[in-house]
């Protein structure tokens, strides 16, 4: 931990202040900083920089924040760990460096975690998502018994082999923070570390907006809808795919990117029909499919471009 | 003699996989020296969460030479293939070789003399191979090496090897090889907290002490009894007794190299949640231990932890952070508990129409309507009132789908005793809930409570019958549905509470409740009375009884009362421990015997009552007498189901036919009297039958 730091900035009392010793350590490791991407996702795993960059040969270090919607985990703000929008932190590394553990329990160390008085393990956990037709092993990373980190070594993504492998790392913020500043309930969390009249929690920030998306993602949401969007959202994935192949041959890809914000759309549209309880059992696994196939056909764009590594 | 050390260093490896690594390292390195004629004294594997080290002592400095001979063409044979059998020995021309005789033609053999090579050598090209190929149950790939085809696989990534071979009294060699860009040496590393530096070794045994003083405990069972004796005192020193956990155990030695046992607690109020609600929480979710009230034998409210630190600060944090954790998760816990109570178990039970139990046995709620049809019919047979089994039977598996079974499925059917008793059922009714699954194993209690009985078998035979009849029975290995251990449940439930009830009756009518019609339902009950009578024969056999009684007793036919099959299986073992019966059995063997050699013969089977006037003998006399006494007093005695009376009967018979064959010859001159003598050795054979079918035993 950098002592330098004023108290309000500091990671075990304030949100941002913690969120920015973590962007601050992986900006010293080489990654490329970025903001959130701007559109409604389930995990920091859909944001391109770490789905489509994952794939291809190029070198690829990046770590950002990316608010996380999943509208099933809304509880009105009752809860006091589930919510239905939260924060990950998100890095991604390809090829996996050889000392990403080491980095990893630096990072927690820049966050005021000491691995002297922390009991801090990797416990197995193989990472799947059906949805991005994606998978890795790694370790789910526990601090004092508390799970606060996924870190996964990509496999596959959209159905394709990832050569190099690119390491993940996923921090839950919000647990993590109420850790490190001590607080059983996250809307007690010291968003921006100041005290008295001057102190934000993250209740003062967020706990309205809970209960709102809450009554919003179970009670309200347009059904008729979202099945509509859903439906669309699926074609016009399509329709970019097939327009971008260059020149009408399966060779170079011109439109990878907004053709994969479709896929993002479609996967947030199903995640809400989900929580509404409108989706059956047997549809849920065709949804999931169809999303699936989305992903890979965007990978598929993806690898022939020029991010994605075609010549 | 020399000594090999081998270890892997890599990213930590899942707990649930080390027991498996080591074996299969050791399994490998050695099967593969033997092979190449290295015999090995001894070897010994172990593994940490982050290495998997193999040590083999006493292997061979050198491969034995072998020398082979190889048979060459025959002299004036032509060039081309004197050519092909100097190339293939290497000798340099036919004068090398060696001419062997043969009146067919002579010919030449060569002497292929090929020297042993130093093991080292050996280790260096088997090691990397079996590194390779090594068999992971999941394997993955990493780093930048991952860029090109064919990069190593492992478990996570691998970051050192250390081998070396050497004698004790000297310097070790390394084994120089290298996979995936890493060379084989001698450095290993220490704790990843408390001790990372490098560490050289040379060879086991100061690479254990090296490991153990950087805090390193490599082998798993020192972990284990470590952890165990550290838990239970500590549990001890507070007044409490450690719940022992073997499986539990085994894991948290996998995921520590340093363990450190530490003691925490929590609020006595969620000792309100089921006792087994908070074990599976606390070992499940956490991996911590429960302790208990010696006194009591309820449960504390403390929880034991393992740490893989010596924390500075004496783990008050380590303590803090996991108690923290294990609140929140009691306190969901204990909200699911309550949340359940809320909804009354039958009114649950709709969503089951929606829930696939098996695509071609249809939904949950079809199999529950037959769990219910089959237990009512079961339950008079069984001695149980048919309303309180049909209760049972329609809300005992109503559990699966609450909260805390959806989170916890080990307390399945628990669960549904206590919501079944929360909500005010009767007892009988709510023990079945959780009962019925039982026995689930060898070892398992066997339920008694009728009501229970009477679900178990219904549960357990509508698997069995359905299962059967889409034709997915178990096969060498594979059971995904746990038939086998099904079939064992009703075998001990039967038996074990000396139930009456004819198995294919009561197979035929769970396959009558099908909506899936097998093509063969005819064949089906007997196909399955035949698994019953393989899981019967398994059973003995562990128990160390025989088990060939079964098929000597099965070979009687028309036999699907369970109970009776082995209560004549118990009463045949007893009477064949005595003598009376050992003889009995011989000389039944023995008139078996002749009867097939002189059936055989004569192509005709002797059948029939022998004729009274044409013995000639007192033998035979006495056992014609004999027979009929025996035979009259056997079935009298069978059919009052008292089987060891049977087996006293069949001892009358052994004085009268040992003194048969002592004295008579059967193979008579006169042809009607040694039909009627073969007439008289089939009726021993058929009054035997009143048992079971000697000839089916084995001596």
Redo the contacts between chains.
């Keep these: 931990m950098d002592a330098s730091l004023p108290a309000h900035m500091r990671p075990e009392r304030s949100f941002q202040g913690f969120i920015l010793a973590l962007q601050r350590f992986w900006a010293e490791q080489g990654c490329v900083i970025l903001q959130p991407y701007d559109m409604e996702m389930g995990a920091g795993t859909f944001h391109p920089a770490t789905t489509l960059r994952a794939l291809g040969p190029k070198p690829w270090n990046a770590a950002y924040v990316q608010p996380s919607r999943r509208p099933k985990d809304g509880r009105y703000g009752e809860n006091p760990n589930r919510m239905q929008h939260y924060y990950q932190f998100q890095v991604i590394m390809k090829p996996s460096p050889p000392n990403l553990q080491d980095l990893y329990l630096k990072s927690l160390a820049a966050i005021g975690i000491d691995s002297a008085v922390h009991d801090i393990r990797f416990v197995e956990d193989d990472w799947e998502s059906p949805t991005l037709g994606a998978w890795g092993l790694g370790w789910e990373c526990w601090c004092d018994g508390m799970e606060v980190s996924q870190f996964t070594y990509f496999q596959q993504v959209a159905g394709f082999e990832c050569a190099p492998v690119a390491g993940e790392l996923t921090y839950g913020l919000e647990r993590l923070a109420m850790y490190v500043q001590g607080v059983d309930r996250v809307y007690d969390l010291n968003f921006n570390g100041r005290e008295g009249d001057a102190k934000v929690t993250y209740g003062d920030v967020f706990l309205q907006a809970e209960r709102e998306y809450s009554k919003h993602n179970f009670e309200v949401a347009d059904t008729a809808m979202l099945f509509e969007q859903f439906k669309m959202a699926e074609a016009a994935c399509r329709k970019y795919l097939d327009a971008g192949w260059k020149d009408g041959k399966r060779e170079a890809h011109l439109m990878a990117l907004p053709a994969y914000d479709q896929c993002i759309k479609a996967s947030h549209v199903f995640n809400l029909l989900d929580a509404r309880g409108v989706i059956s059992v047997t549809e849920r696994q065709s949804y999931i499919l169809r999303v699936r196939e989305l992903a890979k056909a965007c990978g598929e764009a993806w690898i022939h471009t020029e991010a994605g590594g075609a010549a | 003699m020399p000594d090999l050390l081998l270890e892997l260093f890599s ?2 490896i ?3 996989m080390q027991g498996k690594a080591a074996d299969d390292l050791r399994r490998l390195v050695t099967d593969k020296l033997v092979a190449e004629g290295l015999v090995y004294e001894g070897a010994k594997a172990f593994a940490t ?1 982050r290495r998997l080290a193999l040590t083999v002592h006493g292997i061979p400095a050198r491969q034995p030479d072998l020398k082979t001979e190889r048979r060459g063409p025959k002299i004036g044979a032509p060039d081309a293939a004197v050519q092909g059998f100097l190339k293939a020995t290497g000798l340099k021309s036919l004068d090398e070789a060696k001419i062997q005789r043969d009146p067919k033609g002579d010919f030449y053999i060569g002497l292929i003399e090929k020297p042993g090579r130093d093991a080292i050598d050996v280790l260096a090209e088997i090691l990397p191979v079996i590194i390779r190929t090594f068999p992971w149950p ?12 064919g990069s190593l696989n492992w ?3 691998l ?1 050192a090897i250390t081998a070396t071979f050497g004698l004790e009294t000297e310097e070790p060699d390394v084994v120089k090889f290298s996979v995936d860009g890493i060379e084989a040496g001698q450095t290993t590393y220490g704790h990843r ?1 408390l001790a990372p530096a490098a560490i050289s070794v040379r060879r086991f045994e100061d690479y254990e002490a090296k490991l153990l003083d950087a805090k390193v405990v490599l082998d798993p069972e020192r972990r284990k009894d470590a952890i165990l004796t550290d838990a239970k005192q500590l549990a001890f020193a507070q007044g409490f007794e450690l719940v022992e956990d073997q499986n539990l155990l085994d894991e948290v030695a996998g ?1 520590v190299e340093w363990p450190v046992v530490l003691m925490g607690s929590f609020e006595p109020e969620f000792l309100a949640t089921p006792a087994e609600v908070i074990r599976a929480t606390i070992r499940n979710n ?3 231990f429960v302790v208990r009230d010696p006194k009591t034998g309820k449960l504390a409210n403390k929880f034991i ?1 393992v ?3 010596e ?3 004496g783990g ?3 303590i ?3 108690e ?3 609140r ?1 998760r009691l306190s969901d816990a204990k909200f699911f508990y309550e949340t359940d109570l809320k909804t009354k178990l039958e009114d649950r039970l709709p969503k089951f129409d ?2 696939v139990f098996h695509e071609k046995l249809g939904t949950q709620a079809e199999r529950i309507k037959r769990i219910e049809r089959l237990a009512a019919e079961i339950a008079p047979l069984v001695g149980a009132d048919v309303a309180k089994v049909t209760r049972a039977a329609h809300l005992a598996k109503a559990d699966l789908l609450t909260e805390v079974v959806g989170e916890f499925p080990e307390v399945q059917g628990l669960m549904g005793k206590y919501y079944a008793l929360a909500q005010g059922e009767d007892a009988s009714v709510a023990a079945a809930c959780e009962e019925h699954y039982k026995p689930q194993g060898p070892a398992d209690r066997v339920p008694t409570d009728p009501v229970s009985v009477a679900v178990a078998l219904a549960d357990k035979i509508d698997t069995l019958v359905g299962f059967w009849a889409i034709d997915e029975k178990p096969t060498g290995s594979k059971d995904p549905y746990a038939l086998r251990r099904a079939a064992l449940g009703v075998i001990r439930l039967i038996a074990e509470n000396a139930l009456r009830l004819s198995l294919m009756k009561v197979a035929a009518s769970a396959l009558a409740g099908l909506s899936v019609k097998p093509t063969d339902a005819q064949k089906l009950p007997s196909d399955l009375l035949a698994f019953f009578a393989d899981r019967l024969k398994v059973q003995l056999r562990e128990q160390g009884a025989r088990h060939d009684l079964v098929d000597a007793v099965f070979a009687l036919g028309g036999q699907d009362d369970l109970l009776m099959i082995v209560r004549r299986v118990e009463a045949l073992g007893k009477f064949l421990d005595s003598d009376d019966g050992k003889n009995l059995l011989a000389g039944t063997k023995r008139a078996s015997n002749i009867l097939s050699i002189e059936e055989k013969k004569d192509k005709r089977t002797f059948d029939g009552a022998p004729d009274a006037a044409l013995y000639s003998l007192d033998e035979e006399k006495a056992l014609a007498k004999a027979i009929g006494e025996v035979k009259a007093e056997a079935s009298a005695a069978v059919a009052r189901e008292d089987f060891a009376a049977a087996m006293s009967a069949m001892a009358k018979l052994r004085p009268p036919v040992d003194a048969f064959f002592d004295k008579v010859r059967v193979n008579d001159d006169d042809a009607k009297v040694r039909e009627n003598r073969l007439k008289l050795l089939n009726e021993i054979r058929s009054a035997t039958r009143a048992v079971a079918d000697f000839s089916k035993i084995q001596d």
Excluded at chain 2, 138 to 149: D, F
Aim: hydrophobic share 40%; glycine share 6%; aromatic share 4%.
């Design positions: 990213e930590e899942p707990a649930r969460p999941k394997s993955m790939r990493w780093g930048a090496r991952s860029g090109k085809p478990v996570r990534p970051h907290f995921l956490q991996k911590c932890l740490a893989n630190i924390a500075t600060d008050a944090t380590i803090a952070g996991n923290r954790v294990i929140a929606q829930i």
